[in-house]
């Protein structure tokens, strides 16, 4: 191929479009869709791209050659030129920002100057290339004249943060080392441990060799001389501190009679394989997930298992690298770059062939993959909040259907959407109903408050439940959705409410008043004294989970209770710890946000309250039922994980609320058919797609004015077009100003035969603006569901 069309990396939102460059001779052959290059861009200017096709047909305009190519190890892989074509198509995500989702910050280049010495100078000679450090001693002043001068040529030239290197690796040059361990002293303990460790092992960076047997570079170079292992010089990608060993034995449980058929009608399917694993907790999901693994990587295929958070992935990674004899990838926000790199030339290369990770896992460079699985898949943690605004699951299907790859969703109360999937044949369901431990599920049980005084916090109910709890030396979790000590402070005289300077929120209140901050910005504030307008004392609204705390430590002294939000779990190592010292009983009670609804085991917990299921119910979504459901069952199930009986007691003013009986009766197959039918019924997902555009600008005005006019050219539009679908006039959101920025939305109900014409005038109305919408001084966007 003679030309590529390539995708450039500038922020060019208006510019969605490819650029057409020649490929010089000496790189033909060598480039194809996914090559990473570097291109002249404007004048004297040089950017990064990717290359997102080839072609012999010349352009019918002059066209100027790439410039440099970087090695096949960086170039996309096909997977990832995938899934950019799915953002695109679905989330309306321009072309350089489907590039950056798929591109692991750590592969970014970065501009970096640099000088050829073309006249010598100094110390320099002819022919030098210096950096910008190298030439620190002289100022920036110097440089210019040194340039113009002739002295000193300046490039432009990319390169990656983080720079190669070289690091050596320990090669095993016979897999069996049984002899090498009987040629070997006995009192040689150094030596005997460096060969008992790679035993399992074909290769190790040095390093990690050495710490992990405690040996010296002297005794390995004694082991190198006998002939038992070699020094090889590799790149530094391949280098990696996380580096899963694996040398113990295998533990894989056979599966059980059910488990079993769940796997068989999995692999009866026609490939490509997709299903829906609904089990309740403790059923063994994660079990199926590795039998189905293994076969994948039996027939040398990957495997990507997808979990929402990340700080319930070190028990499954325990399982998958304890019952699995494979290298497993972990992704997440928190490795170090140097470990991401590693992880991510590996994944390239087809050296691991397990992924674990949450959801940008699903933009990992494969190679060869054969199978997604997602866990929890109903989790909201699944969907990006910011651009492009995929969703994990959506787009897993998209790439599963588009490569022929296996997919398995696996939940205990598996989404709306995913069972309209089963309904219209998509996915076939599969049911693990069975929990493993034997253990009874936990009672559950309403509590009604309304003729309690109003403040009430722990009913008598729950305090005696507690109560009893305690006396039999059992713990508590108390689910309390409300961070810091009171939702907002409010004047009882006027109304007056203590809001955000920068965002229409109110400040919640923490500390019992002590400080304040807004959730939405950051901003915090110390106290906050009387009422500004009429001078009253002010009073705090809405009960935190911090003033919970409290009462409860008046009601039970002596007890000790710990407090567990999304805050206290950002510290992951104080978090573990906190959680162990739960386990060890030193801790009577944990009162949590819904981070503590997930995933949690204690055997010694019999006792789950709910202290105000309203706030769940009352959120401004359709979703929040559906939400409510899976919560109030996660949320009950942390009690009774053990022999001992658990029960989970609910607080709510609505004790009548239909949504109560199907929990009660955990009836969820009667919930997801009436949840279905009403929004059938009103016209809610999955039965229609809703669109909702954002606008945001500095100026109220401008944003009124701005959605004024999408609303009024799409309700045209969609009328004039015949298109099945209805816009309404824009509205603002539950909190209309965030960091001094005015937000609007505009809503779309969209029948499913119409969405692809609507994506489309989308398409062309905000991302190219094609028919001039959009305004400068706004920002504009579009989320999508269903
Ligand atoms: P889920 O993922 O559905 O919540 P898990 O896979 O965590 O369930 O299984 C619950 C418990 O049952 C775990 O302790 C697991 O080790 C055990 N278990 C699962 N499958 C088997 C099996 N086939 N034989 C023995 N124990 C099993
Ligand atoms: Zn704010």
């Known amino acids: 191929m003679r030309y590529a069309n ?54 019918d305009f002059k066209v100027r050659p790439i410039a440099q190519i970087l090695p096949d190890c960086y170039a996309l892989s096909k997977t990832q030129q995938v899934i950019m074509t799915a953002l695109r198509k679905y989330y309306m995500a321009t072309y350089q920002e489907a590039y950056l989702s798929v591109l692991p910050s750590v592969q970014k280049l970065d501009k970096i100057v640099v ?46 943060k983080h720079r190669k290197k070289t690091v050596e690796w ?132 990957q495997v990507l298992m997808l979990v929402p958070e990340i700080s319930l992935t070190p028990q499954l990674v325990a399982r998958f690298s304890s019952q699995l004899t494979s290298d497993i990838g972990v992704i997440h926000t928190y490795i170090k770059p140097a470990d991401k790199i590693a992880i991510y030339q590996r994944i390239k290369s087809g050296d691991i062939k397990i992924v674990i990770g949450a959801r940008s896992a699903i933009f990992a460079p494969f190679n060869d993959l054969g199978l997604i699985a997602i866990d929890e898949e109903h989790e ?8 492009p605004r995929y969703h994990t699951v959506e787009l897993a299907l998209a790439l599963a259907k588009e490569m022929k790859i ?39 049980q309403i509590v009604d408050m309304t003729a309690l005084p109003s403040g009430t916090m722990i009913s008598a109910p729950l305090y005696n439940a507690m109560k009893a709890c305690f006396e039999n030396s059992q713990q508590v979790i108390l689910f309390h959705n409300r961070k810091g000590y009171a ?140 939400r409510a459901y899976q919560l109030l069952t996660q949320v009950a199930g942390r009690a009774g994980r053990s022999t001992l009986h658990g029960t989970a007691l609910i607080q709510t003013y609505q004790p009548e609320h239909p949504l109560f ?26 039965y229609v797609t809703i669109f909702t555009i954002k606008v945001q600008s500095e100026n109220k005005l401008k944003a009124f004015q701005q959605g004024q006019r999408i609303y009024e050219f799409y309700d045209k539009n969609f009328i004039k077009n015949q298109i099945d679908a209805k816009v309404y006039p824009p509205l603002e959101p539950y909190y209309g100003k965030i960091r001094q920025q005015y937000h609007l939305q505009i809503v779309f109900k969209v029948a499913k035969r119409s969405r692809a014409a609507v994506l489309k005038t989308l398409y062309y109305g905000i991302v190219k603006n094609k028919y001039n919408l959009i305004e400068p001084a706004c920002w504009v966007d579009v989320d999508f569901d269903g």
């Not at 709306?416 to 996915?427: E, N, R, Y």
């Not at 430590?553 to 710890?577: C, E, H, M, S, W």
């Not at 009836?667 to 997902?685: A, C, I, M, N, Q």
């Open 6 to 59: 390539i995708i450039i990396n500038l922020k060019t939102r208006q510019l969605d479009k490819l650029f057409t460059y020649a490929i010089p001779p000496q790189f033909r052959g060598n480039i194809s869709s996914g090559h990473r290059v570097v291109v002249p861009f404007g004048r004297g200017q040089y950017v990064e791209g990717v290359v997102w096709s080839t072609t012999d047909r010349a352009p």
């Open 115 to 160: 000088y050829n010495v073309l006249k010598a100078f100094d110390d320099y000679s002819v022919g030098q290339r210096l950096d910008a450090q190298q030439l620190a001693d002289y100022g920036t002043r110097q440089l210019v004249e040194k340039v113009k001068s002739g002295q000193l040529e300046k490039h432009l030239t990319f390169d990656f």
């Open 170 to 301: 320990v090669v095993k040059r016979y897999s069996d080392l049984s002899m090498a361990l009987q040629k070997v002293a006995k009192r040689a303990v150094k030596k005997q441990r460096i060969l008992k460790h790679m035993a399992y092992i074909d290769a190790l960076p040095l390093g990690d060799l050495c710490k992990a047997t405690r040996a010296t570079r002297r005794d390995l170079v004694a082991l190198v001389e006998a002939g038992f292992f070699e020094l090889e010089k590799r790149d530094w990608q391949y280098q990696s501190a996380s580096w899963q060993v694996q040398s113990q034995p295998l533990e894989r449980p056979p599966l059980s009679a059910e488990q079993e058929r769940v796997v068989q009608a999995y692999l009866a399917q026609a490939e490509p394989r997709g299903a829906l694993l609904n089990g309740v907790t403790g059923s063994g999901k994660t079990r199926v997930y590795i039998e189905l693994a293994k076969r994948a990587l039996q027939s040398g295929k």
């Open 380 to 387: 909201y943690s699944y969907k990006s909040e910011t651009i």
């Open 406 to 444: 296996d997919i398995l969703l696996g939940s205990a109360t598996p989404s709306i959407k995913t069972h309209h999937l089963v309904d219209v044949g998509a996915l076939q369901a599969l049911y693990l109903k069975r929990a493993f431990s034997g253990s009874k599920l936990s009672d559950i």
């Open 487 to 626: 939702r907002m402070r409010q004047c009882h005289s006027c109304g007056y409410v203590h809001m955000c300077r920068n965002c229409a929120v109110p400040m919640t209140v923490y500390e019992g008043g002590r400080q304040f901050a807004c959730h939405y910005c950051g901003y915090r504030e110390p106290e906050v004294p009387d009422c500004p307008i009429c001078g009253e004392r002010m009073a705090d609204i809405g009960i935190g989970i911090e003033q919970i705390e409290s009462e409860l430590r008046r009601l039970f002294p002596g007890r000790k209770f710990a407090v567990i939000d999304a805050d206290t779990t950002r510290n992951q190592t104080a978090y573990r710890a906190l959680l162990r010292e739960f386990e060890d009983g030193k801790i009577d009670g944990l009162i949590g946000t819904q981070v503590l609804a997930k995933g949690l085991d204690f055997a010694n917990v019999t006792l789950v309250g709910v202290l105000l299921a309203d706030q769940l119910i009352h959120m401004p979504d359709y979703n929040s039922t559906e």
């Open 661 to 686: 009986d199907y929990v009660i009766k955990r009836d969820f197959s009667g919930f997801v058919r009436e949840e279905k039918r009403l929004r059938d019924l009103v016209g809610y997902p999955p």
